[in-house]
T-cell receptor, first 113, second 113 residues
Framework: DGGITQSPKYLFRKEGQNVTLSCEQN?????MYWYRQDPGQGLRLIYYSQIVNDFQKGDIAEGYSVSREKKESFPLTVTSAQKNPTAFYLC????????????FGEGSRLTVL | AQSVTQLGSHVSVSEGALVLLRCNYSSSVPPYLFWYVQYPNQGLQLLLKYTSAATLVKGINGFEAEFKKSETSFHLTKPSAHMSDAAEYFC???????????FGAGTILRVKS
């Protein structure tokens, strides 16, 4: 079935370590997004990519990095520069801007000890 | 800049009662509007969307929402709450030409038996 796969579902890391969250989609969507979710704050946009080999910063990009080498894949790296990395991370994709809706993965919960 | 305000971070209703979740948006041009639902530790699922066609939009699971331009509102309703409706609900806005969705802070719906 078509969809978005995020891995791992749960991840524990020590402070100061970089971690990479995987996001793969087989929906043939051009655009992909990463959001961070914290209780009571809704979803905040970290990075997005409209096309392969191109991406833009969202509202809270500091301490994060991404790549878009393939249409299907949009991994997110949480670097040691991110001051408060413990959160729920959601990857999404969008077929085209005319319909507007996003399709979401199941999320990855990162806990930094 | 576009923004979304969801009134009430927590709403509690009895099973069988009317569900009303409020959403107001700020946008200088006609937007696309969305309601998503999220169950614990899962991704977001689209309930319904408004894309400048009919102002009353019907979605999945018996939910509907009405776009009111004069009030800049897009409130979500369901005539009779079910226990399975307990979840967090997010309203989101996107410009017709926009690259991204902006989300509200979310409303947690509790259904009492």
């Amino acid at each position: 079935d078509g969809g978005i796969t995020q891995s791992p579902k749960y991840l524990f890391r020590k402070e100061g370590q970089n971690v990479t969250l995987s996001c793969e989609q087989n929906l043939n969507h051009d655009a992909m997004y990463w959001y961070r979710q914290d209780p009571g704050q809704g979803l905040r946009l970290i990075y997005y990519s409209q096309i392969v080999n191109d991406f833009q910063k969202g509202d809270i990009a500091e301490g994060y990095s991404v790549s878009r080498e393939k249409k299907e894949s949009f991994p997110l790296t949480v670097t040691s520069a991110q001051k408060n990395p413990t959160a729920f991370y959601l990857c999404a994709s969008r077929p085209d801007r005319n319909t507007g809706e996003l399709f979401f993965g199941e999320g990855s919960r990162l806990t930094v000890l | 800049a576009q923004s979304v305000t969801q009134l009430g971070s927590h709403v509690s209703v009895s099973e069988g009662a009317l569900v009303l979740l409020r959403c107001n948006y700020s946008s200088s041009v006609p937007p696309y509007l969305f309601w998503y639902v999220q169950y614990p530790n899962q991704g977001l699922q689209l309930l319904l969307k408004y894309t400048s066609a009919a102002t009353l939009v019907k979605g999945i699971n018996g939910f509907e929402a009405e776009f009111k331009k004069s009030e800049t509102s897009f409130h979500l309703t369901k005539p009779s709450a079910h226990m399975s409706d307990a979840a967090e609900y997010f309203c989101a806005v996107s410009l017709l030409s926009g690259n991204k969705l902006v989300f509200g802070a979310g409303t947690i719906l509790r259904v009492k038996s």
